[in-house]
């Protein structure tokens, strides 16, 4: 018996990378797999293709696992509402939605269009709530049901060249969050995770100099996509019903737990504070505890285990 046995997922992005390792693992364990990716560029905006999709949904069929396929894209909201219906007519309801799917177009802030910003916050923001919003109420009515979205060390720590990115991942988090609030008395979970994995969304990162080469060379030899995909599985399995409103990371076979923001450090003025008197003492006296500006390589600068 497998920890998805008997249930039906969703599982997004699932051509390639880290949503079709979760596909695979999905069904592996047990589910009932809607298989779903837009079958795109990873900049996205062009028309797609079903053909990747199907053969995700076929490699599970072909292994004895029960799959269907669908090319519709997260950001259209009534697309991500049949794809809820599809996976209740095709396998008699659902349980959980895996959402990895995701697009990049990178570039420095100062040089960004409207264009790549929007498109990104579409795909990732717009499309996690259209997948949580499609099935959240299902969930509650059936007192039974889990989220696991996907963030970015890009939101959560910082990384130059990807200001959409990491404002859709942070969005991401905040979403997360409420939506694990207000299903905790339902059973309704939701939970993120920052993976590091070599993925063709990676394979785009320009390599500039011998460090980011490193970097990329650590993530391709050592962080696969199959590693994160178990904790995927396990987070959309009922057997994590005490696991809701975290944020992890896998990075390698090293699971992190994130902590989330809390204060670290307070002043006060009985007086009240101004301009003058926050330049002087509050913000100096603080200094120690800024949190600096240095990229996920300063937070994990340590090989993969």
């Given at each position: 018996m497998g920890v998805l046995?008997?249930?039906v997922v969703i599982v997004t992005g699932a051509a390639?990378?880290?949503?079709?390792?979760?596909?695979?693992?999905?069904?592996?364990?047990?589910?009932?797999?809607?298989?779903?990716?837009?079958g795109g560029s990873v900049a996205g905006g062009d028309a797609g293709d079903a053909g990747p999709a199907e053969q995700t949904a076929q490699e599970i069929r072909a292994a004895g696992g029960e799959a269907v396929s669908n090319s519709d894209s997260v950001t259209d909201m009534n697309a991500v509402k049949a794809m809820v219906e599809q996976a209740k007519d095709t396998f008699g309801g659902l349980h959980a939605i895996i959402n990895p799917a995701g697009i990049l177009r990178?570039?420095?802030?100062?040089?960004?269009?409207?264009?790549?910003?929007?498109?990104?916050?579409?795909?990732?923001?717009?499309?996690?709530?259209?997948?949580?919003?499609?099935?959240?109420?299902?969930?509650?009515?059936?007192?039974?049901?889990s989220f696991v979205h996907f963030t970015s060390t890009s939101g959560l720590i910082g990384n130059i060249g990807q200001a959409n990115y990491a404002a859709a991942k942070l969005g991401v988090m905040g979403l997360s969050r409420i939506?694990?609030?207000?299903?905790?008395?339902?059973?309704v979970r939701s939970n993120i995770i920052a993976p590091f994995a070599w993925t063709r969304m990676i394979a785009t990162i320009p390599v500039k100099d011998e460090a980011s080469a490193q970097r990329v060379g650590r993530m391709k030899n050592a962080m696969r996509a199959d590693q994160v995909a178990q904790l995927a599985i396990a987070l959309a399995s009922p057997e994590s019903k005490e696991c809701s409103g975290q944020v992890f990371s896998v990075r390698g076979n090293e699971v992190v737990l994130f902590d989330q923001p809390r204060?670290?450090?307070?002043?006060?003025?009985?007086?009240?504070?101004?301009?003058?008197?926050?330049?002087?003492?509050?913000l100096p006296a603080m200094k120690n505890s800024f949190t600096d500006l240095g990229a996920t390589a300063a937070v994990f600068p340590y090989e993969p285990i």
């Open positions: 046995s008997g249930k390639g990378g880290i949503g079709k390792e979760c596909a695979l693992l999905a069904a592996q364990e047990g589910a009932k797999v809607v298989v779903n990716d837009l990178d570039g420095m802030f100062h040089k960004m269009s409207e264009e790549d910003w929007d498109r990104v916050i579409e795909v990732h923001l717009r499309g996690a709530f259209n997948v949580t919003r499609a099935a959240v109420e299902l969930f509650r009515d059936q007192q039974e049901g939506v694990a609030m207000e299903g905790a008395l339902k059973n204060p670290v450090r307070n002043m006060a003025n009985t007086e009240g504070w101004t301009p003058r008197s926050l330049l002087d003492v509050a």
